[in-house]
């Protein structure tokens, strides 16, 4: 889960106050079909225990290249009540207008924070946030599914709540059953879990990946060094809640986290075919040139797996956004061509595992 930090009085005002907006662009592509949105469905405001406004909250995902959020505050758990004192949906309400000026997907909803089992939920596309509170955590999924939300489990590895193993309880498959667990996050924050990953292939859940941030955005990322926030990655036939909602339903996402795309194959290799362009190919008897461009912001690491002896490449490539690259491959004792096999290394479709790739020479 991710850290709280104690952020002084001075850099919350700055936090509200001193961001010029200026989008940068997140340059990912499309599937067929398709578009590629991304998202963050997990940010807390001062309506439960984050520190900044939920407006701010708006800004830092426009600035960001972002396209939609859900502000998931707290039902149970609110350090700030005594000094803001409103309904479960006010962070949703002052929002609402503001995001969608800027042409950002607000999508309502909340946190339903218990202990474990079964842990922190949240639900999506809400009507009533003030419904979820209820004594009974089952009474607030219950609240949930009566509004039709998307509802996933929260950091399953946060070691406050599981501090040994990633369990799954029997509480779990209780809201699994029942309807109540759409989908699950393999990202929170700064951690990854594989466990979750593993749990959404096999149980067909939806994967995400959101940042589950309290502190102002700059105070958690480095965006001078190029880090950005997790994002779950939905592939939507259109740009809207609605679409958003049909894609989660239908498990069309990855989770794109540091240099890393998680998510189901058939969506990560069209992904990798879509962003890398081959220029251009030169072909010798003793030689094979392979100009490519990379047309997206995302790194491809790359490395050697079994094939033809005769065949002589690269142990390990690194392809960097937005460049141009040439791959050369020696044909020896007289081959004529073959197969390169290679692993793309940070492209996790399975639990730390990369994805296996030829190229047909």
């Not at 081959?278 to 010798?284: G, L, W």
Request: charged share 25%; proline share 4%.
């Amino acid at each position: 889960m991710m850290k709280k930090l104690f952020i002084p009085a001075f850099l919350l005002v700055l936090g509200i106050t001193s961001f010029a907006q200026t989008r940068n662009e997140v340059r990912i592509p499309d599937l067929k079909g398709y578009k590629t949105l991304k998202c963050d469905f997990h940010i807390h405001t001062v309506f439960s225990d984050g520190l900044v406004w939920p407006t701010v909250r708006v800004d830092e995902i426009y600035r960001e290249g972002l396209d939609a959020m859900a502000i998931a505050d707290h039902i149970e758990y609110r350090p700030h009540k005594d000094d803001i004192k409103a309904s479960f949906n006010r962070s949703y309400d002052l929002s609402e207008k503001y995001a969608k000026d800027r042409g950002i997907i607000l999508i309502k909803a909340s946190e339903i924070t218990r202990s474990m089992p079964p842990g922190h939920f949240n639900a999506l596309f809400l009507t009533d946030n003030d419904s979820l509170d209820t004594k009974e955590y089952m009474d607030a999924f219950r609240a949930a599914k009566a509004q039709n939300a998307f509802i996933f489990w929260n950091h399953p590895g946060w070691s406050a709540q599981q501090p040994d193993t990633t369990l799954w309880w029997k509480e779990h498959t209780e809201l699994l059953k029942a309807g109540y667990m759409q989908g699950i996050e393999v990202v929170n924050g700064d951690e990854y879990y594989p466990e979750a990953q593993q749990w959404c292939m096999d149980k067909k859940l939806t994967m995400l990946g959101n940042t589950d941030v309290h502190a102002p955005i700059q105070a958690v990322y480095d965006f001078a060094k190029g880090e950005h926030r997790p994002m779950t990655l939905v592939f939507a036939r259109e740009s809207s809640a609605q679409g958003i909602r049909e894609a989660l339903e239908n498990r069309r996402t990855a989770v794109y986290f540091e240099d890393k795309i998680i998510g189901e194959e058939v969506y990560v290799k069209e992904l990798f075919e879509n962003s890398i362009e081959i220029v251009n190919v030169q072909k010798t008897e003793k030689n094979v040139s392979i100009m490519l461009k990379n047309n997206s912001d995302l790194v491809f690491k790359l490395k050697k797996t079994d094939h033809d002896a005769n065949l002589v490449y690269f142990r390990e490539y690194d392809i960097n956004p937005h460049g141009t690259y040439v791959i050369n491959v020696k044909l020896n004792n007289g081959v004529k061509g073959g197969n390169v096999n290679f692993e793309v290394t940070n492209l996790l479709v399975k639990p730390n595992c990369g994805m296996q790739y030829s190229y047909p020479l």
